[in-house]
DNA sequence: TTTATCCGTTAACGCCGTTTACCGAAGCAT
DNA sequence: ATGCTTCGGTAAACGGCGTTAACGGATAAA
């Protein structure tokens, strides 16, 4: 049973965080203050430190909340394809990625910008998705390997600098799923890096100065890792069979 | 002729950089105020505006030193092999980005993390080298082909689209280097992308979380990517022939 | 009904960027 | 040497910021 206090308290949290978005979208990350936010909502700034206990932390907060969203996202659009299409669904949830990231510039430099000096991720949580939307990629990848059997490196292969690391990464992860060779968390650790790269070059306006229009190079970029996988290219962005947007239950 | 009065004022704005690096290195780029610098200078915040025309305006002069910097690091680190060592100095060269980037962190967000709301490069000047050390980059890359000519995309290989940008970008940089094919600049491109990706996961510690030390992923994906142009995998780090102490890496 | 907890206030401290007005000293032309 | 201009600094002030401290009213709990 939630208390009448309880409610209310979540009520103004929810405002707070709604105010902070406002001013993150409209004025950037420096946009977000205390003060602002507490202007908007009719009240004054000390106030806001019953619910945070700095403005690091409400921002902290924020991040968390971005985070679920942007697995939200993935996910959704992954969904839109059959379940059948392994690899569609891995190009659009990837395509998904990199259009969150463009539409929402200022809440993606939060996430995977450079951190505040003094701020570090959650973690050490080890329950199945310790990295959010990592996982829901690795868990895409994973079962596209188990049908296709396209091929990885073989551990001797990966220098054993490297396989250390993995398979403490693999461990910690829980991602020592059954049968899965450390070869596709090589394969795995190299895709979000291209990913990563081509996003936030992308968001952050450095590719701007050679390109103006990213979306060729991502899709060439997204092709290229498909056809390094030995599997056909994805289909061009947009296929969803049935054209119904909201089909997803669960997320 | 210099006048006395020049010379004066150069020396006040070398003062004025090396106190803003000063407090850059020490409290990261939110530590940068004019007040502080003022204050370390023991002048009056006021009076920096004598010689710049706002704190943006101070920080967006930091990058451009940070940017000439960054390149004379990565030259200098490309001329420590031997002139024949093509694929060696690549590799250095990408390997003294890396550690750049590490051992300068707050200087790195602020060259290639997200820029403040209301700035772009000055770019546009038609010279040589548009994007700085990218060219230097490409140089190398270029003088690797023209010796080595490892296969790269044919023209028909590559999306129209993306064929376009590449076009577009080659001829606004001056790229359009006798007898460079198009399919170069798409794996330049590439690999761009990837070394960014790589150096900036690991500099804004988005790579922590699941290896604790980025070294050997970077040296793995570096010996990828020579092997995916079918050179041999470049030595490993730090063989100069004659011993200039410059680089250590494993944590 | 009493008591404690929550949730807001006002006031203040010390930061910050920036503008304005002012002023002495250095440079320059006559 | 004189006068004038430009340069490079000052103090004062405005509005913004995060944060802390003291306080008070409403609300829940005993």
């Avoid at 505040?116 to 080890?126: N, S």
């Avoid at 979306?215 to 969803?240: I, K, Q, W, Y």
Wanted: aromatic share 8%; hydrophobic share 45%; charged share 25%.
């Amino acid at each position: 049973m939630t208390t009448r206090r309880e409610r209310m308290r979540e009520a103004t949290v929810r405002e707070i965080q709604e105010a902070a978005r406002r001013h993150l979208r409209a004025h950037g990350p420096s946009g977000i203050s205390l003060r602002a936010i507490a202007r908007d909502m009719g009240m004054t700034a000390p106030a806001l430190y019953r619910y945070y206990a700095s403005l690091d932390d409400l921002i902290a907060a924020m991040i968390e909340g971005y985070k679920g969203e942007i697995r939200e996202t993935v996910e959704a659009a992954r969904d839109t394809m059959p379940a059948e299409d392994l690899s569609g669904r891995l190009a659009e949830a990837s395509r998904a990625f990199r259009h969150w990231a463009l539409d929402h510039r200022p809440e993606f430099t939060m996430i995977f910008g450079a951190p505040l000096p003094g701020y570090e991720p959650p973690a050490k949580d080890g329950g199945p998705s310790p990295m959010g939307f990592g996982a829901v990629f690795f868990t895409m990848l994973a079962d596209l390997w188990e049908r296709e059997r396209f091929p990885v490196p073989a551990d001797e292969d990966i220098p054993p600098a490297l396989r250390d690391q993995l398979l403490h990464f693999a461990k910690a992860c829980g991602l020592d799923r059954a049968g899965i060779p450390l070869g596709l968390i090589r394969l795995y650790a190299a895709a979000w890096v291209r990913l990563y790269g081509l996003v936030a070059m992308e968001a952050f306006g450095h590719v701007k100065f050679m390109l103006d229009d990213g979306a060729p190079l991502f899709e060439a970029e997204l092709a290229d890792m498909f056809t390094s996988l030995g599997l056909e290219s994805p289909a061009p962005p947009g296929h969803s069979p049935s054209a119904s947007a909201a089909q997803n239950a669960d997320s």
